[in-house]
């Protein structure tokens, strides 16, 4: 079964600085991969996707992801991070079985913009 | 482009009661989706319509939840006999059809609390 972990829980990053979230996926065949965010009490937004071509994926509000096939990872990034990005992250890969429908998500990383 | 559409934002009920939640899709939108989100959570897969068909249900769903779309517009889901564990952020979500896989456009969800 298709699957993403998202290793950390939380990260922290000042203003100005770059910010990196991190995504490792399993699946059967070509993933198709997934950011979402989700601000308080909110539904959750779509950022970028990746299904094929280029590795470096650029999205919303500034944010670009990196597919690596090799490490089977899909992190996020943005070179400079702002305090209204903070929010929560879901990284979410396209489940192919039962036909293949529907998204899975991580458990989220909530990333934190500090002045 | 109005966005999907859910009603209520805010459902409490006592344990034992039936509740329903509404979900209108970006109308041209065919596939409507409900997720389940508890805190500290990813969204957890419960259905999927392509148009008025149900086609796929998670295991996730039991005999107490049951999820309509008639004439393929806007879909409810409802719970009967509710329990604690039922509360939960409801979230719906509808994508576009077409070649690709296009993103999923989220509501911003029905927060459940049962007592």
């Known amino acids: 079964a298709q699957s993403v972990a998202q290793p950390e829980d939380q990260v922290n990053v000042a203003e100005g600085n770059p910010l990196t979230v991190k995504c490792t996926y399993s699946?059967?065949?070509?993933?198709?991969l997934f950011w979402y965010v989700q601000y308080p009490n909110r539904g959750l937004q779509f950022l970028l996707k990746?299904?094929?071509?280029?590795?470096l994926v650029k999205g919303s509000y500034g944010f670009e992801a990196e597919f690596n096939k090799s490490q089977t990872s899909f992190h996020l990034k943005k070179p400079s991070a702002l305090v209204s990005d903070s929010a929560l992250y879901f990284c979410?890969?396209?489940?192919?079985?039962?036909?293949?429908?529907?998204?899975?998500f991580g458990t989220g990383t909530q990333l934190k913009v500090e002045l | 482009d109005t966005g999907v559409s859910q009603n209520p934002r805010h459902k409490i009920t006592k344990r034992g009661q039936n509740v329903t939640f509404r979900c209108d899709p970006i109308?041209?939108?065919?596939?409507l989706y409900w997720y389940r989100q508890t805190l500290g959570q990813g969204p957890e897969f419960l259905t999927y319509?392509?148009?008025?068909?149900?086609?796929?249900k998670s295991r996730l769903l039991s005999d107490r939840f049951s999820a309509e779309r008639p004439k393929g517009s806007f879909s409810t889901l409802e719970i009967q006999r509710t329990e604690q564990g039922d509360s939960a952020m409801y979230l719906c979500?509808?994508?576009?059809?077409?070649?690709?896989?296009?993103?999923?456009?989220f509501g911003n969800g029905t927060r459940l609390t049962v007592t």
């Open positions: 979500a509808s994508r576009s059809p077409g070649q690709g896989w296009s993103p999923l456009h």
């Open positions: 699946v059967s065949g070509n993933p198709y």
């Open positions: 990746y299904i094929t071509g280029d590795n």
């Open positions: 979410a890969v396209r489940d192919g079985t039962g036909g293949g429908n529907k998204l899975t």
């Open positions: 109308s041209e939108h065919n596939r």
């Open positions: 319509f392509q148009n008025e068909a149900q086609l796929e």
